[in-house]
């Protein structure tokens, strides 16, 4: 299995997906043999023996321009080419006579329905994790070392016996705090210390149902200040003194803060609630 293994992540890049990982319904046994809140992938497919992880990036200054339309139009086009990524595969695995299905990116249909149940059939970012992609941060997010938590995951489910790949041992989280301080609805909360912060999922989802009726959703301030990923000297937004200058409203000496707003000011309604 190991050349199939080698045929699906080359497959895989060609149509798409940056980063692609391998786990098992063995590895989810050993991490999570009892949770209730992490559903292994026979929950949703009892044939399922194999997760294959995908993940497009988000790049970076786009991200920063959130709550804006650049920003939602970045998410849903993402969106649908994580999909079309995963279903592409699926019908490759089929000719190759390995069955297979995939899981939507998202698994929800309205954030309606997250409220008092922030809860989806199936989670991509443990599953990301469990593929070697990366770990998950103190925010609940999968970090990983190329892009931080500015990704979009999607997986797929196969039949076929395939090698999990290393889980990553090394905590990429600093445990900074930055996305606690400046999340604006102060959705997260705890030790900082403590490998995962507690998270009050209606605040968040409500202030994501807010900027959806504006026209500029997801929210994505957390992701958007984290300082893990090598996508920071990329786009040379190393530091994150610019992220705590705009939300304190002094936008005047940063190029890249007026640049936000430029795009915040146009298609979409103009959103100012944490600057």
Known sequence: MNNLKTLIRRKAKSLGATLVGFTNLARYREYYPDSPRVFHPDRIWPEAKSVIVMAVPMPLPIVESTPSINYQELYTTSNIMLDRIAYDLVLWLAVKGYPAIWAPRDCY????????????????????????????????????????????????????????DEVMREDLCLHCDVCRKLCPVQALSGDRKDKFARMDMNACTVRHQELKDAGNWPCGICTKVCPVGEDRKFYNRTGVKRYFEEQQGNPGKLPEIEAWNHMRAFGSRVDRKGE
């Not at 990983?144 to 995951?153: A, F, M, N, V, W």
């Open 109 to 164: 249909s309205d954030l309606k329905y997250l409220i008092d149940n922030a809860m989806s059939s199936f989670s991509h970012v443990i599953a990301g994790y469990l593929a070697g992609l990366g770990t998950i941060g103190w925010n609940h997010t999968l970090l990983t070392k190329e892009y931080g938590p500015r990704h979009r995951l999607v997986s797929v489910l196969t039949s076929a016996e395939i090698e999990p």
